[in-house]
C-alpha cells in the first residue's frame, strides 16, 4: 500500500537530523562549507552559482545547502545590467532543470517498483501537469514532486516543461533580488519557513491517508 506521507514524513526527518548534526557541530553547516568554497575563490562565480542552485534542488541535499541565500548574495554582489541578468536566469534554470532530471530519474529508478500505480495513462499526466505550477513555488517542492513524478514513471517531458516555465519566474527572481535585496536574503535564509511547508505537507498528506484507510 502505497502512503501519501512518505514523502514529506522522510522530509521533516531528513531536516531534523541535520539540524541535530549541525547544531552539534558532529557536521559543519552547508553555509560554512559554501563559503569556504567561495572564499577560496577557485572557480568562476556563474559556474559557483550552477553548482549553488543544482545542491539546492537535488532532493534532500537541498536541506544540507542553504543554496539559494548563496545565490541571492551572488545576484546582489552582481553588476544588474541587461546582460548580467539574463546570464544569471539562465544558469539558474540550467542548473534547475539538471537537478529536476536527476530527481526525476532518481524516483523512476528507485521507487518504480513500489510504487501501484506506476503505469503511465493520459489522464494521470494531466493530474501531474496541474500538481506542477503549485510545486515550482519553492525549489524543494519542485524536487519532491519531480521525485514523485518518477516513481511513477510520468512522462519525461514534464521536466523540460519546469525549465521553460523557470524562464520567467527565475527572470523574475533576479530582478526583484536586484531591488529587494535585503527583504529577499531574509526570505532565502528562512529554515523556519521550509519546515512549515513541509509540516503541512505532512498533515494534508496524513489526511489522505487517512481517508484512504477509511474506504479501504
Known sequence: M???????????????GLSVLIEYSIVPSGS?????????DTMPIYWLLF??????????????????????????????????IVNLTLIM???????SLINYSLGRYFLANRQANSIES???????WRKLLPAMIHINALAFFMFNH?????????????????????????????LLSEQVMKIAESTFLIVALVSLWLGVAM???WRKYRAS
Not at 534542488?57 to 551572488?74: C, E, K, L, R, S
Not at 534554470?93 to 537537478?99: E, G, I, Q, R
Not at 518518477?150 to 533580488?177: C, D, E, H, Q
Open 93 to 99: 534554470v540550467a542548473a534547475a532543470t539538471l537537478a
Open 51 to 84: 553548482l549553488i542552485i543544482l545542491l539546492e534542488a537535488i532532493i534532500y541535499v537541498g536541506f544540507y545547502f542553504p543554496g539559494q541565500f548563496f545565490a541571492v548574495i551572488i545576484v546582489v554582489i552582481g553588476e544588474s545590467t541587461l546582460g548580467s
Open 150 to 178: 518518477g516513481s511513477k514513471k510520468g512522462s519525461r517531458k514534464i521536466v523540460w516543461a519546469s525549465g521553460l516555465i523557470n524562464l520567467p519566474y527565475y527572470l523574475f527572481l533576479v530582478v526583484a533580488t536586484s
Open 207 to 209: 489526511f489522505f491517508d
Open 2 to 16: 502505497k502512503y501519501y506521507s512518505t514523502l514529506p514524513l522522510t522530509a521533516l526527518i531528513v531536516i531534523i
Open 122 to 128: 493520459e489522464s494521470s499526466n494531466s493530474i501531474e
Open 32 to 40: 560554512e562549507l559554501l563559503t569556504m568554497l567561495r572564499n577560496a
